[in-house]
T-cell receptor, first 118, second 115 residues
Framework: DQQVKQNSPSLSVQEGRISILNCDYTNSMFDYFLWYKKYPAEGPTFLISISSIKDKNEDGRFTVFLNKSAKHLSLHIVPSQPGDSAVYFCAASDPPNAGGTSYGKLTFGQGTILTVHP | DGGITQSPKYLFRKEGQNVTLSCEQNLNHDAMYWYRQDPGQGLRLIYYSQIVNDFQKGDIAEGYSVSREKKESFPLTVTSAQKNPTAFYLC??????????????FGPGTRLTVT
């Protein structure tokens, strides 16, 4: 059962326009969400994250929105640049154990291939 | 520079052979993870370790084994029992503390092809 879903396998956007990548989750225990960017044959790199106590987090051209009631998050990239072309994964984390001895495991979505055309 | 290294980048094996993938980190992170990536399936957790000499199965541990004898190292063995071993394998690590507890840092990956 896929607890984190990215229903759009791919997205194509014109340079300078907004890219919106979506992610849905089913586990209401998830308390932290992350977006990673991945180029072919490389490891993912962390992009931006958001805690479940917030509904928005901004970092330069990247903004993540969280709608807890809908169990939905989205990543906005404005303006999009050709160098943004990559696979984007959303990930959700279980909370660590109350004793603080366990780290939140990440559950990843399937990824969305973003292509930004010049 | 601090980071995670995985070697080799590409690995080829014959069916029926065990193979061990290397993962080393010099970030002083306590937790380490192994994922595999298959087309259209995202990253799936194989094993993870929170401290030395301790590790837990992830979502798809069957056919794999790990060890954590040193904080810096978390090798993954793909055994002959793994039905579909051909995949891109990613190692990651993370550290406790503050808001970045959840963030995992990834190595460059190893592409394993079994024929």
């Amino acid at each position: 059962d896929q607890q984190v879903k990215q229903n759009s396998p791919s997205l194509s956007v014109q340079e300078g326009r907004i890219s919106i990548l979506n992610c849905d989750y089913t586990n209401s225990m998830f308390d932290y969400f992350l977006w990673y960017k991945k180029y072919p044959a490389e490891g993912p790199t962390f992009l931006i994250s958001i805690s479940s106590i917030k509904d928005k987090n901004e970092d330069g051209r990247f903004t993540v929105f969280l709608n807890k009631s809908a169990k939905h998050l989205s990543l906005h990239i404005v303006p999009s640049q050709p160098g943004d072309s990559a696979v984007y994964f959303c990930a959700a984390s279980d909370p660590p154990n109350a004793g603080g001895t366990s780290y939140g495991k990440l559950t990843f979505g399937q990824g969305t291939i973003l292509t930004v055309h010049p | 520079d601090g980071g995670i290294t995985q070697s080799p980048k590409y690995l080829f094996r014959k069916e029926g052979q065990n193979v061990t993938l290397s993962c080393e980190q010099n970030l002083n992170h306590d937790a380490m993870y192994w994922y595999r990536q298959d087309p259209g399936q995202g990253l799936r957790l194989i094993y993870y370790s929170q401290i030395v000499n301790d590790f837990q199965k992830g979502d798809i541990a069957e056919g794999y084994s790990v060890s954590r004898e040193k904080k810096e190292s978390f090798p993954l063995t793909v055994t002959s029992a793994q039905k579909n071993p051909t995949a891109f394998y990613l190692c990651a690590s993370s550290s406790p503390g503050g808001a970045r507890t959840y963030e995992q840092y990834f190595g460059p990956g190893t592409r394993l092809t079994v024929t």
